[in-house]
């Protein structure tokens, strides 16, 4: 199982590749996930306005994918981390997810 198990739609008209048998790993592992990776790589759509027109705090194109994720339930998420040493305990966050699912 390779690339292949993308649909012939996202083989022609994205360049992708296969890495660590990634496409097997999300397809059955992470089915829910793989479908929507599926759904917003087919229903996307790149316009020449998106990337000539000055934008502002996201592009076009980062709001589209964000907007098509929150409506399937994913949701910015913040990582929650620590240090323990014996039993000193130090906060260290991170970064954010922009778009994670439960």
């Known amino acids: 199982m390779s690339i292949e198990l993308l649909p012939e739609f996202i083989r022609e008209h994205y360049e992708a590749y296969e890495w660590k048998?990634?496409?097997a790993i999300l397809k059955e592992d992470f089915p829910?996930?793989?479908e929507d990776i599926i759904s917003v790589l087919t229903e996307f759509r790149l316009y020449k306005s998106w990337i000539t027109n000055p934008g502002g705090r996201k592009s076009n194109i980062s709001e589209f994918i964000d907007s098509w994720l929150y409506q399937r339930g994913w949701e910015e998420k913040e990582f929650k981390t620590q240090m323990v040493v014996d039993t000193y305990t130090?906060?260290?966050p991170t970064h954010k997810v922009d778009c994670f699912r439960n």
Do not use: R
Request: proline share 0%.
């Open 21 to 23: 048998h990634a496409c």
């Open 32 to 34: 829910k996930e793989w």
């Open 90 to 92: 130090m906060d260290t």
